[in-house]
């Protein structure tokens, strides 16, 4: 966001290199004193990319305070190609109203799908018109045990059940007893005590 022309040379040899299509992703700008992502939205378009992706706020920011979508409606105004709306979607009813407001092609959940994954049927069946089946207690611990265990595979047990700590955390937020399991997956080592304290969890 610092390096306009920069910007505009990495996507445009992305382009000339990539047999797929390449899309770029952007943040509002780098501080409040200089947001320019319509200005890196038409480089970036200028340059080849085949879609951006705006997260409506600037580096600076972080996550706080929150988003804020008119940066978003800002790029669509302003190129042709698909824009993607990102920031603060964290249920079917944001991304709805991301895309009535900015006029986004499409949206990108990041934080939100932490522990949920389910997020992304939720607005798909949204955008249907389609009702929509949140997953009970024993599909969220199983999409649970699926994901600790692809954690492991691919990375072994030591730092894959490390790393699923905090994601049996938000997995099970909201599920009574919640809180005490949280304490015991905190001390967990194995993929067997991880299961047994999810299967605790579901039998309750
Ligand atoms: C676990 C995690 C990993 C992320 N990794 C990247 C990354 O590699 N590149 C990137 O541009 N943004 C990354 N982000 C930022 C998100 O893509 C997104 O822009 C940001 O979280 C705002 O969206 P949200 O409000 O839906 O979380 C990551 C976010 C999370 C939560």
Request: with cysteine; charged share 25%.
């Amino acid at each position: 966001m610092k390096s306009p022309d920069l910007c505009g040379k990495i996507i445009s040899g992305c382009v000339e290199k990539s047999a797929v299509p390449v899309t770029v992703k952007i943040r509002a700008g780098w501080d409040k004193s200089s947001v320019n992502c319509v200005e890196i939205a038409k480089i970036a378009e200028e340059a080849g990319a085949s879609a951006i992706c705006v997260h409506a706020r600037t580096r600076e920011q972080l996550y706080e305070p929150s988003a804020n979508w008119s940066y978003i409606k800002a790029v669509k105004d302003a190129v042709k190609i698909p824009v993607v709306g990102n920031g603060d979607i964290f249920c079917a009813e944001d991304a709805v109203n991301m895309m009535e407001y900015t006029c986004c092609d499409s949206v990108m959940v990041g934080r939100g799908a932490l522990g949920n994954p389910f997020i992304f049927d939720e607005i798909k069946h949204r955008l249907q018109g389609k009702p929509y089946t949140p997953p009970d207690i024993f599909e969220r611990i199983q999409v649970a045990k699926e994901h600790i265990s692809m954690l492991v595979s691919e990375k072994g047990e030591k730092v894959g059940i490390c790393e699923a700590r905090k994601h049996v955390s938000w997995y099970i937020k909201g599920i009574p007893s919640a809180a005490i399991a949280r304490r015991s997956v905190n001390f967990a080592t194995t993929l067997d005590e991880m299961f047994d304290i999810l299967d605790g969890l579901a039998s309750e």
